[in-house]
């Protein structure tokens, strides 16, 4: 089975600052999917991005980018230029592309506030 | 337009219970999952239905029986519930099981907050 770690369970950031979220996972596959998904107090999971594993180049969108380090399993979220909109917890999550395992494999997540 | 709707949103009932929570996608996907999200907000897979099929089913207690009437539904019924089950169930959907690109991206619901007394 896949392990997800997030290691930093709260993250402060002041606005316009930028953020940074670790992530880290065990896999035995060289084929497969990453993703973090944020929720605000809403509750509601929001897809921020995802990365294909076969892919180098890092996944961008808009303020939100990843470091993906494939050989370290090592996936962080970079937030740049924080709004009080991107307070909420964040998670990563892993997926087989290959075996038929078809489920996210989650992390513990990250709470992140912004500060004012 | 919402793309998974869930229903009802909070449910709050007695031990012993029986209740079901409905979900449906109107994005076209073929595959739909249940996701469980205990009080330390840990997310874990519960089933998965591919076109009506099951094709997950992780070690989740028999009184949870999920049901897919057709691919745009996929319900969830508990039975005898149990303290322990008060949690935020999540559905989500995906284009396809197993694909390339976004097709594999799944999708969430609101959640429905169940609390068990």
């Known amino acids: 089975a896949q392990t997800v770690t997030q290691s930093q369970p709260e993250m402060s950031v002041q606005e316009a600052e930028t953020v940074t979220l670790s992530c880290t996972y065990d896999?035995?596959?060289?084929?497969?999917?990453l993703f973090w998904y944020k929720q605000p107090p809403s509750r509601q999971m929001i897809l921020v991005i995802r990365?294909?594993?076969?892919?180098?180049q890092n996944a961008t969108e808009n303020r939100f980018s990843v470091n993906f380090q494939k050989a370290a399993k090592s996936f962080s979220l970079k937030i740049s230029d924080s709004q009080l909109g991107d307070a909420a917890m964040y998670f990563c999550?892993?997926?087989?592309?290959?075996?038929?395992?078809?489920?996210?494999?989650f992390g513990a997540g990250t709470t992140v506030t912004v500060r004012a | 337009d919402t793309a998974v709707s869930q229903t009802p949103k909070y449910l709050v009932t007695q031990m012993g219970n029986d209740k079901s929570i409905k979900c449906e996608q109107n994005l076209g996907h073929d595959t739909m999952y249940w996701y469980k999200q205990d009080s330390k907000k840990f997310l874990k897979i519960m089933f998965s239905y591919n076109n009506k099929e099951l094709i997950i089913n992780e070690t989740v207690p028999n009184r949870f029986s999920p049901k897919s009437p057709d691919k745009a539904h996929l319900n969830l019924h508990i039975n005898s519930l149990e303290l322990g089950d008060s949690a935020v169930y999540f559905c989500?959907?995906?284009?396809?099981?197993?694909?390339?690109?976004?097709?594999?991206?799944?999708?969430f619901g609101p959640g429905t907050r169940l609390l068990v007394l």
């Open positions: 999550a892993y997926r087989s592309a290959g075996s038929g395992d078809y489920k996210l494999s």
């Open positions: 896999t035995s596959e060289s084929d497969y999917y």
């Open positions: 989500a959907s995906s284009l396809v099981a197993r694909g390339r690109g976004p097709q594999e991206t799944q999708y």
């Open positions: 990365q294909e594993a076969y892919k180098q």
